[in-house]
């Protein structure tokens, strides 16, 4: 794995949301057309409907402005108490391979196990996010036909400074 490029992480606002939509509809593509699940519209559709940007960041790289996001994250209380639900983590295609998941993912996760929360997650499957997650210490906790459903117990973090 190379280094991931240098990034940032900043709060969504409302007029995020297109550039977000067109983002997962690229990042999502491969895996719902190995599925037979991709449709043009619904994935799209599904981000519009599902989008909070009070509980979502974008992933920006470092330099000049890029007028795409690099990609983005939301990361909300879940229905179930003591954990978050990690839901629209997508980067864009581009950057896969280059560590840059795997650094926002730590950064999520570290926010989490600061928290003494749990995480948990789907994935689609097959996947190759699901080894990412796995790496992470996420477990099967459910599937189907179409989803992997993924969770992490909260971590004890030391404080290195007090």
Known sequence: MTTAPAWTLRPATAADLEPLVELRAR????????LGRYDEH?????MRDAY??????VVELAGPPSPAP???LALAPDERPGTL?????YLDPALHGRG?????????????????????????????????????????EAEDQVDIYLHRTARTTRKAFT
């Open 85 to 89: 639900l990690l839901e629209h983590f």
């Open 52 to 57: 909070r940007p009070e509980h979502t960041r």
């Open 70 to 72: 690099a990609g983005c």
């Open 100 to 140: 840059l998941g795997t650094a926002v993912l730590r950064r999520a996760l570290a926010r989490a196990d600061a928290e003494g929360l749990a995480v948990r997650l789907n994935v689609l499957r097959g996947s190759p996010a699901r080894r990412l997650y796995e790496r992470h210490g996420f477990a099967l």
């Open 42 to 46: 619904r994935v799209r559709q599904r």
């Open 27 to 34: 990042a999502m593509r491969p895996d719902l057309e190995r």
